[in-house]
């Protein structure tokens, strides 16, 4: 049985998000994943909105599990959430934008 006790703080996922969820991480096995930090710029004139969830095994995104649920980023802005999370592994983190021109950067860590 694993212990957990080594983490190893990382950027989790960066990517440019579409209109469609996208799977931007996907917790390892034998690894528990930490979320920590999650920013999301909107990098176009106009605010777009974002949604954002960690997503089971075999889990949809949606309402269930959301982080964010279309939640609007002004133009040219950055939207933070810091706080902590433990994801299981299998666990996926999910995103979407309502357009293009959202940048998202999660960062954590893992533990074996």
């Known amino acids: ?5 080594n983490v190893t703080p990382n950027q989790l996922a960066q ?6 969820y996208v799977a ?3 917790v390892p096995t ?3 994943a930490y ?3 999650i920013d ?4 176009t004139a106009g605010a777009l909105n974002v949604y954002v969830s960690i997503v089971p095994s075999s889990g ?3 309402t269930s599990n959301a982080i964010f649920y279309s939640t609007s980023v002004p133009a040219y802005s ?3 959430w810091t706080g902590s999370q433990i994801m299981l592994a299998g666990v996926t983190l999910q995103a979407k934008g309502s357009g293009t021109g959202l940048t998202i950067t999660v960062s954590g860590g893992e533990a074996v």
């Open 78 to 80: 950055t939207l933070q």
């Open 40 to 43: 999301i710029c909107n990098t």
């Open 35 to 37: 979320l920590k930090d």
């Open 30 to 32: 034998t690894v528990r």
């Open 24 to 26: 931007i991480y996907t």
């Open 15 to 20: 990517s440019a998000l579409t209109t469609s």
């Open 1 to 5: 049985m694993a212990n957990y006790q």
């Open 60 to 62: 949809t995104a949606g």
